[in-house]
């Protein structure tokens, strides 16, 4: 029941910035982690970021302090701003929300958004 929309997505140019937006709704909890992954045509899916209930961020090390995750409890609402971007960072984003159970973790994605940055 958990629905994630990402916005925020389309053209820039390399050195450029765009701000991800993911709003979340239905059964999600404030305590759940919530991240980003990118997925690149004809590549795997990858882990971007995440931040967990409590602000704590993890950045994947390729990302070089570029990239800022954030989120907004109140409004069931998670960011990411991207900065300096890259032509490498051409991809579909996707948000992702973690239900953290004893024995599996259940994850939640979003339908994606196209961000494509151009050299």
């Known amino acids: 029941q958990v629905q994630l929309v990402e916005s925020g997505g389309g053209l820039v140019q390399a050195g450029g910035s765009l701000r991800l937006s993911c709003a979340a709704s239905?059964?999600?909890?404030?305590?759940?982690?919530m991240g980003w992954y990118r997925q690149a045509p004809g590549k795997l899916r990858e882990f971007v970021a995440r931040?967990?209930?409590?602000?704590?961020?993890n950045y994947a090390d390729s990302l070089q302090g570029r990239f800022t995750i954030s989120r907004d409890n109140a409004n069931n609402t998670v960011y990411l701003q991207m900065n300096s971007l890259k032509p490498e960072d051409t991809a579909v984003y996707y948000c992702?929300?973690?239900?953290?159970?004893?024995?599996?973790?259940?994850?939640?994605w979003g339908q994606g958004t196209q961000v494509t940055v151009s050299s």
């Open positions: 992702n929300a973690r239900d953290i159970r004893p024995i599996v973790a259940i994850d939640y």
């Open positions: 239905g059964s999600i909890f404030s305590s759940w982690p």
């Open positions: 931040i967990t209930g409590t602000g704590t961020r």
